[in-house]
């Protein structure tokens, strides 16, 4: 009721940070029911940490359609992840990408700013995610990521800006610690 509507596109099993999370029983059992019900057309399950083992299991239950999973250039385990959002596709299961710039700034200098059009180029180039839903909260940077949808090509430039900034740890970066 308080959102206007009979049914949600996606009803994802929030934050589950463990495979156990994303097969929790009663859960689960929930999220078949709301689909059955016609109150999502999608379930699924989101994470932000033991992201490729959440994917594998969620991709391995048998009732979700979707995962919702941080992926970006900086991430440690990117590789793993990758591998999973490819295993996930071949089971069927669709993946969102979300944290896709990777961070705000390099370290904590206002002077090194993320490449946030090279980041979101480097997810949007994996043919297995499904879509993104990078941050923005202006209309520049609306325009950024809309930017990106005219050439996906990752020029060297911008592959040169990903090594460096994947190399660099600083407060800033999201690491999944909580």
Same mark, same amino acid.
């Given at each position: ?30 999220? =078949?029911? +709301?689909? !059955?019900?016609?109150?999502? %057309? ?8 033991? #992201?490729? /083992? ?40 669709? =993946?969102? +990408?979300? !944290?896709?710039?990777?961070? %705000? ?8 700013? #993320?490449? /946030? ?62």
């Amino acid at each position: 009721q308080r959102l206007r509507t009979d049914y949600v596109d996606i009803l994802y099993l929030h934050s589950c940070y463990t495979p156990q999370m994303a097969t929790y029983e009663p859960l689960m059992n929930a999220l =078949v029911k +709301a689909k !059955k019900q016609g109150k999502a %057309r999608f379930i699924g399950t989101s994470t932000h940490r033991d #992201i490729a /083992n959440v994917i594998r299991t969620t991709a391995d239950a048998g009732i979700y359609d979707v995962v919702l999973a941080a992926y970006n250039y900086v991430l440690e385990e990117k590789e793993d992840i990758k591998k999973t959002i490819q295993y996930a596709a071949n089971k069927g299961v669709g =993946v969102v +990408a979300m !944290k896709t710039q990777g961070g %705000r700034r390099l370290q904590e200098n206002p002077d090194s700013e #993320i490449n /946030n059009q090279a980041a979101l180029k480097w997810v949007l180039n994996d043919e297995n995610v499904c879509t993104t839903i990078p941050g923005m909260t202006t209309f520049d940077q609306l325009d950024v990521n809309m930017g990106v949808m005219n050439d996906l090509a990752l020029t060297t430039h911008e592959l040169n800006d990903l090594r460096i900034a994947a190399s660099m740890r600083g407060t800033l970066f999201c690491q999944n610690c909580r």
